[in-house]
């Protein structure tokens, strides 16, 4: 099966998540300065979650970029990944309008370490069907920052209960070093 | 005419329909895992919801691998299927929102039920287009499973009105014997 | 310039603006049959334009098939038809809630009257990059079913503030008329 | 890397971003001309955005249809420039909803500002990967537009405090500015 449409339908609802938490940025009845502060906290996590989606945009990309059979468990594992993501919206809101308190810092982090699990099965899923000896089981790799971050992820749900700010530093973390597009995705492309 | 713009057309609706759903669980003002517990019913039915239309695309998608020729009547039956799905958010969050009690759970049938028949016509549309003894007619066969879930939500809505809980089950149940994916079509493809 | 992104771009808004219209279908806090009666002139508007988006969608389809060539002007008469297109929910919201009332079903009017001599501008920027003697030019023919429902539209407005009702069934009698699909463009195809 | 993806990703979340502008157009609980008074400067305000989104689209199309590679820091470059289009409804909203108050107007401005500057990165982005004595060198040439939009941007900015009346009038005259497409890039497309 070709690997248009799981592409274009995985576009279309990455684009709507990555949209829809704008929705959530309610204009304020004031118009002074002053009415915008309140936000500050859902802004910031609006821009946390923007990175996070946008950088499982580009992994997926990449990732499928060197595909080339879809079956259907590989159509199931991406509905996995796609469910999870599109809890983001939901997540974001909560922690942000409850200015980072325990339980929705954590919950933020549960989904994250979802998602990224859902992630992995979508790799392993993809790699069933090419074969351990593929060009993706080569551009995966041990996936090392794939498992260090779900261990992120962990570890800062569990410090919500003690300090949530220490959480969010993390979650803010890992994404910065998501920002690194996958090199090595792209060295086994260029080769 | 091509089939590439109606099968991006639909997944777009299709992705629009599966993501507007979260719109739908709202953020409670609480902060605490308490205040999370009455989103529970309409959490679960987003789930169903959300196999439930992951199964129409995915299902979609094999439909659309055997087909070569569009016409009129194939752009109308699979309108005609958009405008059900559209409605499945309406009655998810009917549903989710009172509980599962009996008119609720019975809508939520009759949308399953019209969007099933309404896939069934979209079969036929293209049937009618490809000729009987086309691949198609061999991928569809007698589609058992297609007609057996009709029935069910028939059943299930009549049930709505005595016990909705089992009616759920067996909304649930339908679902999860089609999150298995078409292997009759994927057998015609590999051969 | 292709006609690919155009086509996507021009999807995905259609696809949009047909699914959002479910958004104001807001879920009754009750659970009974009659809780549901309330929202009949909104669920009957939403079919209205449910139709109405997907005639565009299907004559936009069968336009661009037909044409080669792209330039500023025509993305520019594209944005301008969006832009119409994108008015529907709206006007759809304010008709379906006012019971239709005489300034709402002239509005919804004002509105298709726009969308259709926009779509008109459209046919008309095609035609000047593709010449009078083409393909596109021999599809679209006078096209006596556009400017025919120009007019319908004109004195259904005028009418509204009269008999609101009879200019309702203008509007779904048009619906019902543009159902058929454009057998002009689809001869020319076939030839 | 190919382009298909991200031209699909960026045309869905310009697609949904332009469309869901238009829910911010709440339909009027009365039923008369005047009930819909109070929307004219949201409605104003949705015209003007919807023009600079879709200068955003048409520009973009014209900049990806000269250019062949795509590496990551394009892709990072596209999403920052998508983050900042992403605002543009919520300071719609802010600016139409306190009828062109000094702040939200000199917000707006300063949305407007940082998505043409982050436009212009993701030129220079695509630059980078394409050589200076590329095709897409020679189309975007010294880019006198975009530099001078941005002074006006800056300018109606600190006006906001004074006139935001004239502020408006800036924007909406660089507006009608870019509707003339890039003739730039479409005689380099011709040559």
Redesign the interface.
Known sequence: ??KT?????S??????????M??E?R???????DD?LPLAPTFLTY?LS?IYV?VY??NH?HLF?VVQRI??SV??AN?HL??WL??V??VT??MG??HF????TA?YGVVLAMAAIAYYLLTRALLAQHGENAKLAAALGRDVKGKLSVVAYLFAIALSFVLPAVSLAIYAIVALVW???D?RI?HV?ER
Request: proline share 8%; net charge negative; charged share 15%.
């Open positions: 099966m070709g449409r799981i592409e274009a339908f576009d279309g609802v990455v684009a709507i998540i990555i949209t829809i704008v929705l940025l204009a304020p009845h004031g118009s002074e300065l915008l821009i923007f946008g945009w580009n990309h970029h079956g259907g159509l199931w509905l796609l469910f599109s809890l919206p939901f809101r909560w309008e409850n308190t325990p339980w929705p919950l920002l690194i597009p090199r792209e492309i």
